[in-house]
């Protein structure tokens, strides 16, 4: 087996998401990243499915976002390289176009009520930019 099919092996793939099944990097959901152990050091799942994906390394010095949120998530589609700013950006777009509440994804659904933290943080942002951007309408 090779590596990266010993990766895929441990994603259960949904219609939306790709959910991680191996080992996490915290038992906190909010910050439960999936990790891969590999050639003895431990890496963020979603970076390692962005670059198996991608079939290149991921971009030095920019974070691994995901459009859907979803830390566990390792489709490499929700997985795009960003700056915390772009991050920000695309946290308002998502919240208006809907995306981020879908009613097809139980399971995505419970984690964003187990992550009202994050969401009162992204609340807080998102004023801070909409201040920012001043309102012209
Ligand atoms: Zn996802």
Not at 76 to 102: E, S, V
Not at 106 to 129: D, G
Request: contains cysteine; hydrophobic residues 30%.
């Amino acid at each position: 087996m090779t590596e990266e099919e010993r990766f895929w092996s441990k994603v259960e793939k949904t219609e939306t998401c790709w959910i991680w099944k191996g080992n996490t990097s915290s038992k906190d959901p909010k910050r439960a990243y999936g990790s891969f152990h590999s050639n003895g050091i431990s890496r963020r799942a979603h970076r390692v499915a962005w670059e198996f994906s991608n079939k290149k390394p991921f971009p030095e010095g920019m974070d691994a976002c995901h459009h859907c949120d979803n830390p566990r998530c390792v489709n490499p589609d929700h997985i795009f390289p960003g700056t915390a700013a772009d991050n920000a950006r695309d946290a308002i777009k998502k919240d208006a176009t809907g995306i981020n509440h879908p009613k097809q994804n139980v399971a995505m659904v419970i984690h964003f009520r187990e992550t009202s933290l994050h969401q009162a943080y992204r609340a807080k942002t998102m004023q801070a930019m909409q201040e920012g951007l001043g309102r012209k309408e």
